[in-house]
């Protein structure tokens, strides 16, 4: 096991990302973690959604003005959230370099860090903060990642193919690593974008310290378990069809292959034939020299006989 962080023996982070830019048109990512957290945040009373690791805050601003937002990012992301909205407020902070989130006012509030933690080559930093601003009052925790079997295979060790990823954990995997941080909760699984899908993103569901909380998240995963477990049901189905669906195009293009080399097969005995047909004709015809096919080798074959034979 790759200490500290759960990963199998051998697995190779890569430990110099590309900076993440939240930009793409082509799909939602994690579109339904901000609606999950929103609903456990109706259930607790919380009026604020703080978000560690916002990109460009997209999915953070639709829930404004229901609830107040906070975006923690750094570089062109925060900028970008700064141009875009003139409500919510915006904290710069390299949560891979800090040892603050850089924003005290958590009580009541509900964290929400999507898909981020396998962008950080110190991870263990940002679990830290989001542990004391549990402890601070923060009523919930709501973390996603990519699960790295389902979006890859068993024996992937490492680095990611997304070269802005440092690591990518299992969901087991990932339950033992935010254990060892003090973040203890409720795992399962939840869709990676809106295009597909697919139920191959791991989320955590991390109460705070209240009784409250405990009760209200552990109502609500129940509840989820049922309709994941339908999910997931339907991605594994889904799976199964791509597969047959590979299979059988795999089986397509090799018939294709094979008739095309029969098709050329064809084209050059007929070839060999024509250049044979003259030879044939006349009885003391010659192959021609430039015909090479098996055809040839045979006419050549038997013509040598009849010569022998004082034909």
Known sequence: MSEPYFLPAGYEARLEPEYFVDEDLNAVWQPDLYLEAAAVARRLGSRRIVDVGCGTAAKLAELHPEFEIVGIDFGSNIAACRERYDFGTWIE????????????????????????IE????????????????????????????????????????????????????????????????????????????????????????????PESKEVIDEWFDGRRKWQDLAVEQDKL???????????????????????????????????????RPAVSAPDGDVPAGSKGPLTRVSRALRDKAVKRGR
């Open 93 to 116: 902070s390299d949560l891979d370099a800090s040892e603050e989130l850089g924003y005290d006012d958590v009580a009541g509030a509900v964290l929400v860090c999507g898909d981020v």
């Open 119 to 210: 962008h950080l080559v110190h991870p263990e930093r940002m679990l830290r903060m989001v542990r004391h601003a549990l402890d601070q009052g923060a009523v919930a925790l709501f973390l996603s990642t990519p699960e790295r079997v389902l979006t890859s295979e068993p024996s992937d060790v490492g680095p990611p193919l997304n070269k802005a990823h440092v690591r990518e954990w299992t969901l087991a995997e990932l339950e033992q690593f935010l254990a060892s941080e003090r973040l203890v909760g409720y795992f399962g699984l939840t869709r990676s974008n809106d295009v597909m899908p697919y139920m191959r993103t791991s989320i955590a569901a991390i109460p705070g310290d209240s």
């Open 238 to 276: 889904i799976g199964e069809l791509e597969g047959w669906t590979r299979e059988v195009t795999a089986a397509r293009d090799w018939a294709e292959e094979q008739r095309g080399l029969w098709q050329a097969r064809a084209e050059a005995a007929e070839a060999e034939l024509a250049l044979l």
